[in-house]
C-alpha cells in the first residue's frame, strides 16, 4: 500500500526535487552549460536544416520550371520549321523570325530566366536570341560538349555571349525532323531569382555546381571561384554536415546535394556555413547568470514545492477522471479545470475532443440514414429502367432490321432517325453508377435534339457551345440531357411560335458550368420558387417515369457535394435557364 502511494504523481515530483537539491551545484551548473551549448547547437542545426530544405525546396522548382520551358522548346515544330526553312532574302528571315516571338513571351512570364540564347549552325538571322555559332563558338568545349550528349541536359556556369557576364546556365542539342544537330539551346538563371532562394537566411549561403563552381553567395567576389570547403568530396547526393575551419573559425557547413531533374551529369549543393563560437556565446552568458540566479531561487523553490505539488496531484486527478470517462463512452464532460497551464489546455482539448467525437457519430449517423435513403431512391430508379431493358439485344437487332428495310426502301431520313434513337438506347440502359466521359453525354445530346428536330421541323432550332478542352473530363451519366428534355417538352413544346434552344458547357474554374437556354413559355415566380424547392426536398417522391430534375439535383449534392446541383431561373413569357455545375475530374 505504502509503496503503491509513492508511485502517485505527488510524490514522484517531491522524491525528484529531493535528489536534485542533493547534486552538488557545481556538477549541476557544469552539467546545465554542456547540455544548453548542445541544445543550442542542435536547434540551430535543426533550424539550418529546415532552412536547407525550404531553399532545396524553392531551387528544384526553379530549375523544374527551366527544364520544363527547355523540353518545350526542344520540342516545338515551329522553331524547327524556323531553324530549317531555305530563305532567298533577310525579308523571308526577318518575316519569319517575326512568326516565332516565343523567347520574348518566356522572358515576359517567367521571372527564373535571365535570357534565353540560341547558338544556331546556319548563318541566317543574329540577335539577342538567335546566335551564329562560328568556328570560335563551335570549338569551345561547352558548345562540344552539348553536342556530344545528344540533347541531354546540362547545368553549367559560363558567361553570356553578349555581356560576358557569368550565370548558372542549361544548355542541350535542338534537333530537326531528320535528327541533325540544329544547334544549341541555352537558357540563363537569373542571379535575382537564386538571390530570392538564400533571401532570409541568417548564415553565410552557398549554391555550388558540382561540388566545385559557386554559382551563387551574397559576397559577389566569391562567385565563379572553387569551392575548396568540400575537402576533395565526389559529387555525393543526400544532405550532410562537414567540421571545417576556415580563416582559423570552426564552422559547421550543412550541405544539401542533388541531382536536377532529367541531369544525369550534374548535382547542385546548397552549402551552409554556421559558426560554433558565434552560438555558443550567448548560452555561455545566460549559464553564469542563471547559475547566480538559481541559488537565491533555490531557498524558496523549497517552500513553494510543496504547495506546487498537492495543487498540480489534484488536477492530475481530475484529468484522470475525465479521460475514464471518454473511455467508458461518456462524452460529455461540464466539470471546468481551474488555472492556466498546459494541464488545463490539456483538459479544454480533451474537453474539445469528446465534442468533436460526439459531433463525428451524429454526423455519420445522418449520413448513413441519407445514404440508405439514396440508394433505396437509386434502386427504384434502377427497377424502371430494368423495366424498360426487355431483353435489349433484341430490341437493338430489331431496330437495325428496320433501319436496313428503310435504307432498302430509299428512305434515309428513317434510317437516320433509327441510327439515332438506337445510340440513346444503349446510352440510357447503360449503369448510372459508373462515370462517362463527358464527349459521350454531349453525343447523346445530339442525338435526342436531332430527333426532335425531325419531329418539331423548323419550329425547334438549337445551338450548342461546347468548350472542346473538358471533353475527357469525367461525370455521371444523364445528369445533362434530362435538363435538355424538360427544357423542350415544358418550355418549347408548349409555344406556338418557333423556339429557340441553347446549351453552353465550359470552364468554370475548378468546375463545368451547363447552362440550358430557352426562349419557351417560361413561368411564373411562384412556380419557379416552388421547383426550386421541390429540387432541395429530399423527401420528395417523383411521380413520373423519367428522370426528372429532382433526381438530377439529389443525385449531384449526394455525389458531388451540396454546392454542386440545379439552379432555376424564369421570366413569365420569355423562357427558362437551367444551370448546373459539376466538379472537373479525371476519373
Known amino acids: 500500500m505504502f509503496l503503491k502511494k509513492l508511485l502517485k504523481v505527488k510524490y514522484k515530483l517531491l522524491g525528484i526535487f529531493i535528489l536534485v537539491t542533493a547534486i552538488p551545484i557545481l556538477l549541476v551548473g557544469a552539467y546545465l552549460n554542456f547540455g544548453t551549448r548542445e541544445i543550442v547547437l542542435s536547434n540551430t542545426m535543426s533550424e539550418v536544416e529546415a532552412n536547407a530544405d525550404k531553399m532545396e525546396m524553392r531551387l528544384k522548382s526553379i530549375i523544374k520550371r527551366v527544364i520544363n520551358i527547355s523540353d518545350l522548346i526542344y520540342i516545338n515544330q515551329d522553331l524547327k520549321t524556323f531553324l530549317a526553312g531555305q530563305y532567298d532574302s533577310p525579308l523571308e528571315v526577318y518575316n519569319a523570325y517575326n512568326q516565332y516571338p516565343v523567347f520574348d513571351d518566356y522572358l515576359t512570364y517567367y521571372e527564373e530566366i535571365e535570357k534565353i540564347q540560341f547558338f544556331m549552325k546556319k548563318d541566317i538571322i543574329t540577335d539577342s536570341h538567335f546566335i551564329y555559332a562560328n568556328k570560335v563558338i563551335q570549338n569551345q568545349h561547352w558548345y562540344q560538349n552539348a553536342l556530344m550528349k545528344r540533347g541531354r541536359l546540362t547545368w553549367l556556369y559560363m558567361q553570356d555571349h553578349w555581356t560576358s557576364k ?6 542541350r542539342t535542338v534537333f530537326d525532323h531528320e535528327n541533325q544537330p540544329l544547334g544549341v539551346l541555352v537558357i540563363y538563371i537569373s ?33 565563379g571561384r ?77 517552500i513553494l514545492i510543496g504547495f506546487f505539488t498537492n495543487s498540480f496531484h489534484k488536477r492530475i486527478q481530475q484529468l484522470r477522471r475525465a479521460m475514464f470517462q471518454v473511455a467508458k463512452g461518456n462524452f460529455h464532460i461540464t466539470q471546468e479545470m481551474k488555472g492556466h497551464d498546459e494541464i488545463k489546455e490539456v483538459y479544454k482539448d480533451l474537453q474539445t475532443t469528446s465534442k468533436s467525437v460526439q459531433k463525428i457519430i451524429d454526423e455519420v449517423y445522418i449520413h448513413k440514414i441519407k445514404e440508405e435513403t439514396w440508394k433505396r431512391k437509386q434502386k427504384e430508379m434502377d427497377f424502371k429502367m430494368l423495366a424498360s431493358q426487355i431483353n435489349p439485344h433484341f430490341l437493338y437487332n430489331t431496330l437495325e432490321m428496320i433501319r436496313m428495310k428503310a435504307i432498302l426502301n430509299k428512305d434515309p431520313e428513317v434510317a437516320k432517325v433509327i441510327k439515332m434513337l438506337s445510340k440513346m438506347m444503349r ?119 423519367s428522370i426528372g430534375l429532382h433526381n438530377v439535383h439529389q443525385r449531384i449534392s449526394l455525389l458531388y457535394g451540396d454546392k454542386y446541383g440545379i439552379r432555376m431561373d424564369s421570366v413569365e413569357g420569355s423562357g427558362t435557364t437551367m444551370s448546373m455545375n459539376l466538379p472537373k475530374q479525371k476519373n
Open 166 to 171: 557569368k550565370y548558372l546556365a542549361l544548355t
Open 191 to 223: 542571379p535575382d531569382i537564386l538571390k530570392s532562394v538564400v533571401e532570409g537566411v541568417s548564415y553565410n549561403t552557398f549554391i555550388t555546381l558540382d561540388n566545385k563552381r559557386i554559382v551563387y553567395n551574397q559576397n559577389i567576389a566569391l562567385l
Open 226 to 302: 572553387h569551392a575548396n570547403f568540400y575537402q576533395n568530396r565526389n559529387a555525393d547526393i543526400g544532405n550532410y554536415v562537414m567540421d571545417k575551419t576556415i580563416n582559423e573559425e570552426t564552422v559547421k557547413i550543412n550541405v544539401h546535394s542533388f541531382r536536377p531533374e532529367k541531369s544525369l551529369d550534374n548535382t547542385i549543393q546548397i552549402a551552409t556555413q554556421v559558426p560554433i563560437d558565434g552560438i555558443i556565446h550567448e548560452p555561455n552568458t545566460i549559464f553564469t547568470r542563471g547559475f547566480l540566479i538559481s541559488l537565491g531561487a533555490l531557498s524558496i523553490s523549497l
Open 427 to 545: 446510352s440510357s440502359l447503360k449503369r448510372t453508377d459508373q462515370s462517362i466521359p463527358l464527349s459521350e453525354e454531349v453525343a447523346l445530346i445530339e442525338n435526342y435534339l436531332e430527333i426532335q428536330k425531325l419531329r418539331f421541323g423548323e419550329h425547334l432550332s438549337y445551338k450548342m457551345e461546347i468548350d472542346e478542352n473538358i471533353l475527357s473530363y469525367k461525370i455521371t451519366p444523364l445528369l445533362i440531357q434530362p435538363l435538355v428534355e424538360n427544357a423542350i417538352i415544358h418550355g418549347l413544346e408548349m409555344k406556338e411560335e418557333p423556339g429557340m434552344l441553347r446549351i453552353r458547357i465550359q470552364e468554370d474554374g475548378d468546375d463545368i458550368l451547363v447552362e440550358v437556354n430557352d426562349n419557351g413559355v417560361g413561368m411564373s415566380l411562384e412556380k419557379l420558387n416552388e421547383l426550386n424547392n421541390r429540387m432541395k426536398d429530399q423527401d420528395y417522391q417523383s411521380n413520373g417515369n
